[in-house]
């Protein structure tokens, strides 16, 4: 692991200082690059000539719509570890460490992730996606419709996105249209709907 570098994305300052001395115990040549919401993780990511062997990511953070975080970090990451540290269930992560674990176990956990396993908690095994699933035509969006799905789960009209993003309108309603199509849906509301689940703040707590 010499010259590895994790990435650790949590808005509390104490707890990023605590995840980074559990890492340290477990990984003392590792690198760490700490960071306080989706937007710095990404620039960090971003870096050139910069990869990553893990991210650890609290699931609730200010720039981040229930698990759109994650989404977008996995897009950058592509197939690097995310594991979850949080107080409720995740989406296509890795691991999951509740904030209330022992540090000892967070440093199992750690490690097991790191030697190509997974740690999940009894509840929150996740079922890895069929090639049908939301998931997996969500993966399929390129990083530009992306962006627009996302400013549409926001409430965002086509000429705000226009604006946001630096495009026409026209543009916009093109990549609608690919949204659509590659999610299965028809419109805008149904677009909505069938991701709600995922974006969704409303996830079940892990008990």
């Known amino acids: ?29 590792i690198t760490i690059d700490s960071v306080g919401s989706i937007a710095e993780a990404e620039r960090a990511i971003e870096q050139p000539g910069r990869s990553y ?11 981040a719509d229930g ?12 197939a690097v570890p995310i ?7 995740m989406l296509g992560a890795t ?16 490690r097991t992730v790191l030697a190509g396993g997974t740690a999940f908690p009894p509840m929150g095994i996740a079922q890895e996606p069929d090639p049908g699933s939301m998931r997996a035509r969500l993966a399929s969006l390129s990083g530009a419709q992306f962006r627009v799905l996302i400013a549409l789960m926001g409430g965002r009209l086509n000429k705000q996105i226009a ?3 630096g495009v026409t ?11 659509f199509h590659k999610l299965g849906v028809n419109n805008r509301t149904q677009a909505i709907l069938a991701v709600q689940p995922l974006f969704s703040k409303e996830v079940a707590e892990v008990v």
């Open 163 to 165: 604006i946001d993003i």
């Open 53 to 63: 062997r893990l991210a650890l990511l609290d699931l609730v953070l200010p720039d």
């Open 83 to 89: 594991v979850i540290v949080t107080a409720r269930q």
């Open 67 to 78: 698990f759109s975080g994650v989404l977008r970090l996995q897009r950058l990451l592509g």
């Open 95 to 110: 691991g999951y460490l509740s904030k209330g674990l022992s540090f000892d176990e967070m440093l199992s956990a750690l």
């Open 169 to 179: 309108e026209a543009t916009i309603k093109a990549h609608l249209t690919a949204i």
């Open 1 to 29: 692991m010499f010259g590895a570098r994790l990435l650790v994305a949590d808005d509390h300052p104490l707890m990023r200082e605590g995840l980074s001395l559990v890492i340290r115990v477990a990984l003392p040549d």
